[in-house]
Structures are given as C-alpha cells and as structure tokens.
C-alpha cells in the first residue's frame, strides 16, 4: 500500500523526476555485467544498427524459439516448455545438441539463472538501458545465435503463432484512444526514463521495421511502467530494482487489482481505459498476450496482423505518455475486451441468436453431431452465420441440442465468475456485468 511519503499536491511528473535516473539493476548484475565485459571482450562487435538491448531481445527470442524447434522435431512426444530455464535444463535438448556442453554452458551463463548474465529476462522486462550494457556480452550472445542457426539448419520450424484473430483489435485501439498526434517530445516526457530516450525514438521512428518497434517498444513500456507503479505504490527501494535474490516486478504484478495490503494504485494512476487496454494487450489469458508472444519468439516478423500489433503499440505509448504529461485530450473510450465478462456476454449473445434460429428449423432430420472452428479452439457454435450453413446441410437437430447446452453452460460460468467477484470486491466499474447476469439468467431457464 502507499505511504504518505509524498504530497498528494505533487503530480506525477514531480514524483517520477524525484527518482530521477535511478538505476534499475541491482548492484551484483552491475558487478557481473562488468565482468562481462572483460570475459567476452574478443568477441566480434555487434551492427550497431539497432540498440543493443534490442538486439539481446531478439537473440535470445530467436535462440529459444529455435531450441523448442529442435526438441519439438527430435523428441516429439517431449512437451517444449514454456520456460527457457526450464528449455536449457531439458534432457531432450541435451541429447540433440552434439557435444551439447560447451554450448548450453555457454547459454546458461549468458541468459541463464538470476546469478547468471540473465540477458534475457534483464531486457525483455525493461531493466536494461543501453549505457547498462556493454558490447562484449551482447556480440557473444549474437555469436552464439549464430552457432544455434547453424545448429538447427535442418531442422523443421514450427508455425508461428497468429494474431490474425486480433487484427481488427489492433485497428480499433488509435481510435479508441483518441490518437490523433504526433509522439511528445521524448526528452521532456515523464514517462520515458532518463537514458531511454534513444531507444524510444529508434522505436517510434517511421523507418524501423514494425517487428524490432514492436520488440523494442515492449521492455521499454514495462520499465516505464515500473516506474509509475513504484511511485505510486511508494515502493521504489524494492521494486525498481533487478536483483538476484528476489522476484523481478514484472508486467502481471503491475497489473495486479492489488498490491500488498491494498489496491494498486498504478491502476488508479492509469484510468480505467487505459488499464483495460493494457489488461487486455497483456494480462487476460484469452487476449493477445503480447510480451509473452514476442519475447518467446512466437510471432512472425513479416506477418500484416504484427504489423497491426506494432502500431497498436505505439498508439499505447502515445496515450500513456500524453496522459502522464497531464494534457488535456479528447476522453478515452475503451471498454474491456478479454476480461470473462465480455468474453461470457458474447458467448451468451451468440448462443441466443444461435438459439433463436434453430428453433425454427428444429424439424429438420437428426445427423451427426456438429462442432464448428472458432478462432484457434473448437466450440458447438461460432456465429449465426455457421448455425446457418450447417442447417443447409441437415444438421439442426444436433445443433440445437448443442446451442441449449452451451448458453445454459455459459451461464453456469458467468455466474460463478459473478459470485467470485462479489466476494473479493474487484467487480469494479464493470457496469455491463449487470445486463450480462440479467440476460444469463433469463437464457438459463430455456429446457
């Protein structure tokens, strides 16, 4: 919970420039980044024609990405994990990589433990700056993406993950948002940390490929954030701070409705639209999960809906760095997308039109029973348009059986999720929940 440490008459301009350029990294990573330097120092230099961060980004989503598609082709029934620690420490991949230890030591000590380099979590969850990290260990974990290239040159890749589904999310937000203007001045912008504000215009510039913006604007927006939320919350001895010892702060605790003892008060600092927007950009589990997709390497660079992810991104940035900046704009208009709320109130709205349009066609012969494809998941139904096409071809008796247990089973989960709220209080400004309860009980009483 927040002290009483600062002036409530202070804005949040004064409180952010009263931690002023504070280093994020604790002072062992510092300790061992400076090693580094020395360790690594014949390594060959790296472009320069991105940040380095950036650069860190994309080897070690490109090396993980690349070691899943070799466990993923010589141990098929081995599950890739999630984690890259939890990749590394993999038997499977051990047994795939000839003379493996030279290699994975190598890997571990550059993107390994939190006593390790930790290149890894240290620049996708936005600790590192670019004056932070000398160009030695960056160029050796570039040399070793090269070595896991040629590695897995014949190895089969596994399909990038879409964001097709999210397209016209994507599209929607800058109106949303009322993002009609230019970015504000970079260095005079609270928002941006000091010594970030190279890697803020190499991002937000025209030219740069949308998949680096997007991978560059990423770790910059959770640092950014970091700092808001540890002002706010009056916890920046602890939390600004990447250590060996303990957790880092990252993205879902940030987001978090609570913190310690009471509410987040980033969340309060935010506003309501933009903390649904990055709800659902970042931390619904049915929602794009942005950060998660791109630091594991699971999009694909030149695919148009990453395109639409990078501008949607940048529109972010704008909103959050114009709303920081106290100036005055058009209101926001954004209502939650991904929260189980919406989710269940279509679910339900789809399942009635469903409803209504088989039970007049519920004389139809009874066939098989009838799935349709929705989206990357397979459910009884995906719009009235496919209840349509498959009464075309005789299978409404099955689908109306399957409408009425999907809308009496969403409402079911809708109610449990409401019970859930009400218990812990987080029903919050979700006014629409009302009509969605409403309208589930009146559809869960159909036989």
């Not at 974990?141 to 890749?157: E, F, N, Y």
């Not at 964001?163 to 599209?171: E, T, V, Y």
């Not at 970030?196 to 740069?208: I, K, N, R």
């Not at 209502?335 to 709320?341: D, G, I, S, V």
Request: aromatic share 6%; hydrophobic share 45%; glycine share 4%.
């Amino acid at each position: 919970m927040a002290s009483d440490d600062h002036s409530p008459s202070m804005t949040m301009r004064e409180r952010l420039s009263s931690i002023g350029s504070m280093s994020a990294l604790s002072g062992f990573v510092k300790r061992r980044l400076s090693e580094a330097e020395s360790q690594y120092g014949a390594a060959s230099t790296p472009s320069g024609l991105r940040p380095r961060v950036l650069e860190v980004c994309l080897a070690t989503a490109f090396i993980e990405r690349r070691l899943g598609d070799l466990v993923a082709h010589t141990s098929p029934s081995v599950p890739v994990p999630h984690l890259l620690k939890d990749l590394l420490a993999l038997p499977a991949l051990s047994a795939a990589i000839p003379d493996h230890t030279s290699l994975l030591t190598r890997l571990t000590d550059l993107m390994g433990p939190p006593t390790s380099l930790n290149l890894r979590n240290l620049a996708w969850h936005g600790f590192l700056r670019e004056r932070d990290l000398p160009t030695p260990p960056c160029a050796a974990l570039l040399s070793t993406a090269a070595d896991v290239d040629a590695l897995t040159a014949d190895t089969p890749r596994r399909p990038f993950e879409s964001l097709d589904a999210f397209s016209a999310f994507f599209l929607s937000l800058s109106a949303a948002l009322n993002v009609t203007r230019p970015f504000p001045s970079i260095e005079n912008c609270c928002f941006v940390a000091p010594g970030s504000e190279d890697q803020w215009q190499f991002a937000l510039t025209p030219q740069t490929p949308p998949h680096d913006a997007l991978c560059m604007l990423l770790p910059l927006l959770e640092g950014a954030l970091r700092r808001v939320f540890c002002v706010a919350n009056d916890c920046a001895d602890r939390f600004i701070f990447a250590s060996e010892r303990e957790y880092y702060c990252t993205m879902d605790e940030m987001m978090a409705p609570t913190f310690g003892d009471g509410r987040n008060e980033l969340l309060m600092a935010l506003g309501a639209p933009l903390a649904a927007v990055l709800h659902d950009l970042f931390s619904a589990p049915s929602g794009v999960r942005l950060r998660d997709r791109a630091a594991h390497g699971e999009l694909d660079p030149n695919a148009q809906s990453t395109i639409f992810a990078a501008d949607a991104l940048k529109s972010v940035c704008v909103a959050l760095c114009v709303h920081f900046e106290g100036e005055k704009t058009k209101e926001m208009c954004y209502e939650l997308q991904f929260h189980p709320f919406p989710l269940a109130r279509r679910a339900i709205e789809s399942a009635a039109d469903a409803l209504r349009v088989l039970q007049d066609h519920a004389n139809v012969p009874q066939v098989n029973e009838i799935t349709v494809e929705a989206g990357n998941e397979r459910c009884l139904f995906a719009s009235v348009a496919d209840v349509r096409a498959a009464m075309r071809v005789g299978r409404c008796a099955e689908a109306l059986t399957a409408a009425v247990r999907q809308v009496r089973y969403s409402f079911l989960i809708l109610c449990d999720l409401a019970n859930l709220a009400v218990k812990v209080g987080r029903i919050g400004r979700f006014s629409e929940s009302c009509d969605v309860i409403e309208a589930a009980r009146q559809l869960g009483g159909v036989q």
